[in-house]
């Protein structure tokens, strides 16, 4: 299983994280597939210094797959994460508050960021 930080906001507009799998539910010739999940298109991304931004909704919704550096990211909640290299972020805190970003070990980020919608 995959471990995924899902960043949602609930009907007041305050973020908070939430942690999904994505389970593995059959096997190939190529390895383990989990089910197939809807997806409009990718880009990617390279994040540069200095980065920390103040509150924001994300973009769109959106996977952010962390490819050689990581992010901290804090919620409405007040609860802050660092999101490792090779972690997935699932942003879906479109509307109200949005939450705070901040760049970490002074490194550029690259990303490939999947969109949902």
């Known amino acids: 299983m995959i471990k995924i930080h899902r960043?949602?906001?609930d009907a007041s507009g305050k973020t908070f994280f939430e942690d999904v799998n994505a389970d593995y539910v059959r096997q190939t010739g190529a390895g383990r597939?989990?089910?197939?999940f809807p997806a409009t298109g990718f880009v990617f991304r390279q994040?540069?210094?200095?980065?920390?931004?103040?509150?924001?909704?994300?973009?769109?919704?959106?996977?952010v797959v962390n490819l050689d550096n990581g992010v901290q990211i804090t919620a409405g909640t007040g609860e802050s994460r660092i999101i490792g290299q090779g972690e997935i972020l699932w942003v879906e805190d479109v509307t109200g508050q949005?939450?705070?970003s901040k760049?970490?070990?002074e490194r550029l980020r690259?990303?490939?960021?999947v969109t949902l919608d």
């Open 103 to 105: 760049a970490i070990n």
């Open 110 to 113: 690259h990303t490939i960021d």
């Open 7 to 9: 960043l949602r906001s």
């Open 98 to 100: 949005g939450h705070l």
């Open 33 to 36: 597939m989990s089910v197939q």
């Open 47 to 63: 994040v540069v210094l200095p980065y920390d931004c103040d509150w924001h909704p994300a973009p769109r919704r959106q996977l």
